[in-house]
């Protein structure tokens, strides 16, 4: 039997990948996805220490949306895992419009997340480029209907934080090379 692990290294050979794969994931699992479209604020605990559930921070218009499925693990006569998916609910009726536009309006669906792209903007903020270059190749390079220049502001301010902080880091580190060497000079002598 395979031990449990998260991150298969390359020297593994597929079987014992696939075997701890399986060993997590166990014989069943049942995922519900359910419209978080606008649900309400639920307090948790006293008024000290209120927790938000992550789930319901919206507002609340009761939409009954979800689908319920559950995933088996069968070995069959040839000892070969096999995954069978059964969907056993699914309400595809909203109570609220669905579409592009409600979709670009939560906020995690405008941000750009792409290594390469914020990669890119690094680059042409160290290079002092025009806002309006960047956020032309923002709006090329993402897969993001919808780019205004709130979205394009935040992706240049991540990139001169990120710039900042490895110049800071690079002076820090050269201040404490100079200070050691300082400091051995003076033991010595």
């Not at 639920?42 to 789930?55: D, N, Q, Y």
């Not at 990669?119 to 709006?139: D, H, L, P």
């Not at 220049?149 to 090379?177: F, G, L, P, W």
């Amino acid at each position: 039997e395979a031990e449990h692990n998260d991150h298969p290294t390359k020297k593994q050979d597929p079987l014992t990948i696939e075997l701890a794969i399986n060993n997590s994931f166990g014989d069943y699992y049942f995922i519900h996805y359910v419209c978080t479209h606008e649900w309400k604020k639920r307090s948790r605990g006293t008024e000290s220490k209120i927790r938000l559930r992550p789930l319901q921070s919206f507002r609340s218009t009761m939409c009954a949306a979800t689908i319920q499925a559950s995933v088996q693990r069968v070995v069959e006569d040839d000892f070969q895992p096999r995954f069978y998916v059964l969907v056993t609910t699914q309400r595809t009726q909203h109570n609220h419009a669905v579409n592009v536009r409600v979709f670009i309006g939560y906020a995690e669906n405008r941000k750009v997340k792409g290594p390469s792209i914020l990669g890119q903007v690094s680059e042409f903020v160290r290079w002092k480029t025009k806002f309006q270059r960047i956020a032309q190749y923002v709006r090329e390079s993402s897969r993001i209907q919808c780019i205004g220049c709130t979205v394009t502001e935040n992706v240049i301010m991540k990139a001169r934080d990120q710039q900042r902080r490895s110049q800071y880091d690079s002076e820090h580190q050269s201040r404490n090379k100079e200070g050691s060497a300082e400091r051995a000079c003076a033991i010595i002598s």
